[in-house]
């Protein structure tokens, strides 16, 4: 049957993935995860049936299950059968409470087992979407910025804050994904996606702050102590949070990875002595890093890629990430916390870490930082010792062409600062880049769940300049994509009105021209080009 895959950046020369994943799934997982996506929106149509608001029950589940399907998350197709299977049980609960059965849940389901699902899938893939492949390609916009919206509301949720708008926006999205709609009509559910994605980010933002406290300037250690140690990698802080209790006293120090490395600047987990630093690079790296760690390794959410051999006996996963022969640590029961001894006791037998590098990294630039040094920024602008801020957020990668961003970064003027939130900041976050009058010239606002303290940032300082439009800021948006919760990012950043957004690598190729050209068009997105003319543009400006 094959697979048809063309949701993350790096997918087999810019076609989409029809036999195996760059990511490193095959066809049968690829298979099953469209089936989930089905079986989603099969759900979504039981729920729209509903009068009120849709159940905190149902907008979790469906989170979870888009979630599952978001690049590198989840590659353990028994658990993504589970899912499939949770997700089809519900939508017949629902079913049942109003009788209503609709095509989409007649047409396609003869049984639940693996290869009754399997035998579906052709039917039920991206290209089932619509014939026309301009409305498909709307339709992939709003499919592929559901996921990354859904992985942002899940760990909201994990900190038990919700918001029944998002939830409602689910169903009315995913049941609109299985009907025949304009292009006009499916144009404007793309900008809706972007504005709930804006909604979803904020609730992030305030649960993560409450709960943890404002990011404050930090400084972290990439170096090693002597002590076994825990990596833990992924987005999930409160992961982190349980981590940290059940091995403090122990012996056993923990250190961040990748997306994680933000935590450091959480007030909450300053107070833990054993939590030492971030090990090692962006999440494509981690098949060298994580053998060179020694101790066992907790993947929270997605960036995992195929497991190597020499480190497979101690790799962990949870929540919604998964890997085939991996260990999983089971979700903590109702009020209860996860429990994390299996990776404590095989610390305690493991070397500590090989040190990959010695030095330190500053950040913790989120909005609540930058808005308290707000009249030093003000000024320096004023002055001119800062003439532009160029936001270069986002996702990193295995690509060489990747190497533009890092180049841009040091060939940028002095008189410019970088914002950056994801792990796209790992290009250029240890090049030795200097301040401008006490400002660091990166200002690391965090994860790419963070990505919300970008734009707080520009409407505020829009709000100073008393400007009427945000584009007539001295900013300029160089954004790298990857995966799905980058197009989220992205589709948020066009609701607030953002144009001339250089997007790369590439352009996501589940654009069709027609599409493309009406972006451009509407809000001037374009490619990036060569570093030297980028640069030039961008201080000009255009």
């Known amino acids: 049957m094959g697979m048809s895959c063309n949701q993350c950046q790096e997918s087999i020369q810019g076609t989409g993935c029809t036999v195996r994943g760059v990511c490193g799934k095959d066809e049968p997982t690829a298979q099953l995860q469209d089936v989930l996506v089905y079986a989603t929106e099969g759900l979504a149509l039981a729920a729209e049936k509903l009068e009120g608001s849709v159940s905190l029950n149902v907008g979790q589940l469906i989170s979870e299950s888009l979630f599952v399907t978001v690049t590198n998350t989840n590659f353990d197709e028994d ?26 849940d007649a047409a396609h389901w003869t049984g639940s087992s693996k290869e009754a699902f399997l035998s579906k899938a052709a039917t039920v893939s991206i290209n089932s979407l619509s014939e026309n492949e301009d409305l498909r390609s709307l339709k992939s916009l709003v499919l592929y910025g559901l996921k990354g919206l859904a992985a942002y509301t899940d760990h909201a949720a994990i900190l038990g804050y919700h918001d029944d708008a998002i939830y409602d926006f689910y169903v009315k999205a995913l049941a609109a994904l ?8 499916l144009t404007g559910l793309v900008l809706e996606t972007g504005g709930v994605a804006v909604k979803a980010m904020a609730l992030l933002d305030q649960a993560n702050t409450t709960t943890y406290g404002h990011p404050e300037i930090t400084t972290v250690s990439t170096g090693v102590g002597k002590n076994p140690g825990i990596l833990i990698s992924g987005h999930d802080l409160r992961d982190l949070e349980e ?36 090990y090692g690079g962006a999440w494509w790296s981690q098949d060298k890093e994580f053998d060179t760690f020694n101790g066992p390794i907790l993947m929270t959410t997605n960036c995992i890629v195929p497991v190597r051999e020499a480190y497979r006996n101690r790799m962990f996963t949870t929540g919604m ?25 095989l610390a305690k037998t493991c070397q ?25 920024v003000v000024d320096a ?12 957020a986002g996702c990193d990668g295995r690509h060489a062409s990747r190497r533009y961003y890092t180049d841009v970064a040091a060939a940028l003027p002095e008189g ?15 090049l030795e880049l200097g301040d401008i009058g006490g400002i660091p010239r990166v200002l690391d606002a965090g994860q790419c769940n963070d990505s919300y303290s970008l734009a707080v940032i520009a409407l505020k300082l829009k709000e100073v300049f008393e400007l009427d439009d945000i584009n007539d800021l001295p900013i300029s948006f160089d954004i790298a994509w990857y995966e799905q919760k980058a197009v989220t990012v992205l589709l948020a950043l066009l609701f607030l009105g953002v144009k001339g957004i250089r997007l790369g690598p590439t352009l996501p190729e589940f654009l069709t021209p027609n599409v493309a050209a009406v972006l ?21 400006g255009a």
Do not use: W
Not at 178 to 185: F, G
Not at 321 to 331: D, F, R
Not at 356 to 374: D, P, T
Not at 520 to 540: L, Y
């Open 416 to 430: 410019t600062i970088i914002l950056t939130a994801g792990c796209a900041k790992y290009r250029y976050n240890k």
């Open 321 to 345: 990430a998964g890997y085939p022969g991996l260990k999983h640590i089971a979700a903590r029961a109702e009020g209860g916390t996860k429990d994390f001894s299996v990776l404590v006791e």
């Open 243 to 278: 981590l940290l209790r059940q091995t403090e006293g122990t012996g056993v120090d923990v250190y961040t990875h990748c997306e994680m490395l933000p935590a450091h600047y959480y007030p909450a987990f300053k107070k833990y002595a054993h939590f030492v630093g971030n």
């Open 381 to 392: 602008v004023k002055s001119g010792a800062i003439k532009r801020f160029v936001v270069m």
């Open 352 to 376: 500590p870490p090989k040190e990959l590098e010695n030095g330190k990294i500053v950040g913790g630039f989120a909005h609540n930082q930058v808005l308290a040094l707000a009249d030093k």
């Open 520 to 540: 451009v068009e509407k809000f001037g997105i374009k490619p990036i080009g060569t570093v030297d003319a980028d640069i030039e543009a961008m201080m000009a």
């Open 178 to 185: 299985t009907k025949e709609l304009s292009a006009d009509e």
């Open 79 to 104: 658990a993504i059968v589970a899912q499939i299977r949770k997700t089809l049980a519900v939508r017949d609960e629902l079913n049942a409470s109003h009788d209503h059965y609709s095509d989409h």
